[in-house]
């Protein structure tokens, strides 16, 4: 079975600096894609950006990049130039290309951005 | 811009009672998705159906059912409402493998 784990619950970042969101997951497949999702305080929940794994170029989104690391099953998100609308839950996802489609989620970091 | 419509952000109801919870996409997708979603344990996918009259458990199916007679409608019901049922549920819709698109949340209490 797929699993998707953060083991970050809370983070917190001050304006303007940089913070990395991780991520990890487990899967038999070799061909999916990863997401990290942002859910700010007003709920509706919106893709950040996205991953085919089989592109081993790291995606990028202006200020928000992952880094892909398929032998180790890890997705972490960065956030550069830190923005108060940033604040928010992010939620990692998985899904595999083929077959049921089911989108799997982790449990989520709330990142706090400090004035 | 893809629009998935939930047709209440609040609803309260009572212990025992059916409830039925809509969702609305325009985008044509095949994909549909009902997930609840509590503090510490994320988002879990109760329902997903990935064509009209097609349906398939996720992980808690237990106390829910689903419809879905139209593609662009699918509705999570709740046959016999319980106060361990109090959460947010959340819809949402994709075509085929892309991301999928998110409706605002109906938190749900039973009382």
């Known amino acids: 079975a797929q699993t998707v784990t953060q083991s970050q619950p809370e983070m917190s970042v001050q304006e303007a600096e940089t913070v990395t969101l991780s991520c990890t997951y487990d899967?038999?497949?070799?061909?999916?894609?990863l997401f990290w999702y942002k859910q700010p305080p007003s709920r509706q929940m919106i893709l950040v950006i996205r991953?085919?794994?089989?592109?081993?170029q790291n995606a990028t989104e202006n200020r928000f990049s992952v880094n892909f690391q398929k032998a180790a099953k890890s997705f972490s998100l960065k956030i550069s130039d830190s923005q108060l609308g940033d604040a928010a839950m992010y939620f990692c996802?998985?899904?595999?290309?083929?077959?049921?489609?089911?989108?799997?989620f982790g449990t989520g970091t709330r990142l706090t951005v400090i004035p | 811009d893809v629009k998935v419509t939930q047709s209440s952000r609040y609803l309260v109801k009572r212990t025992g009672e059916k409830v039925f919870l809509e969702c609305v996409q325009d985008?044509?997708?095949?994909?549909m998705f009902w997930y609840r979603q509590d503090p510490g344990l994320g988002l879990r996918l109760i329902y997903f159906s990935y064509d009209v009259k097609m349906k398939e458990k996720g992980d808690i199916p237990e106390g829910y059912s689903v419809s879905r007679e139209k593609k662009e409608r699918f509705s999570l019901i709740l046959e016999s409402a319980s106060t361990n049922q109090t959460s947010m549920y959340l819809c949402?819709?994709?075509?085929?493998?892309?991301?999928?698109?998110f409706g605002q949340g109906t938190r749900l209490t039973v009382v």
């Open positions: 985008m044509d997708h095949e994909n």
């Open positions: 949402a819709s994709s075509y085929r493998v892309t991301e999928a698109f």
């Open positions: 996802a998985y899904r595999k290309r083929t077959g049921a489609n089911n989108l799997f």
């Open positions: 899967t038999s497949e070799s061909d999916y894609y």
């Open positions: 991953q085919e794994a089989y592109k081993q």
